[in-house]
Nanobody, 124 residues
Framework: QVQLVESGGGLVQAGGSLRVSCLAS????????MGWFRQAPGKEREFVAA????????YYADSVKGRFTISRDNAKNTVYLQMNSLVPEDTAVYYC?????????????????WGQGTQVTVSS
């Protein structure tokens, strides 16, 4: 089992940047694919970004491609999501998730382990 704790959310103006982090514990983090998902009020949870166990392969939703960057530091058991050029539509609770799919996955059903989420609010 793995425990995930997100941090770094907050309030930012449109056009601004924010970095959220996810600290993992409980099993070998470096073996897991990792993902970020988000859920806006009244909407379903959606895929944002994913990264393979090594960090070599990354995947992004079309809505964030070119603005968001996922990365990981296996020595620190941490995965990051750097968010630039934020727009109000990025407002959501952002969740970190871990999967045994070492290459990472864009499907939430592949992720059995989830954090509690961190709120990101983008004001216009």
């Amino acid at each position: 089992q793995v425990q995930l704790v997100e941090s770094g959310g907050g309030l930012v103006q449109a056009g601004g940047s924010l970095r959220v982090s996810c600290l993992a514990s409980g099993r070998t983090f470096s073996s897991d694919g990792m993902g970020w998902f988000r859920q806006a009020p009244g909407k379903e949870r959606e895929f944002v970004a994913a990264i393979s166990w090594s960090g070599r392969d990354t995947y992004y939703a079309d809505s964030v491609k070119g603005r968001f960057t996922i990365s990981r530091d296996n020595a620190k058991n941490t995965v990051y999501l750097q968010m630039n050029s934020l727009v109000p539509e990025d407002t959501a609770v952002y969740y970190c998730a871990a999967t045994r799919v070492r290459g990472g996955s864009t499907y939430s059903r592949h992720y059995p382990n989830w954090g509690q989420g961190t709120q990101v609010t983008v004001s216009s």
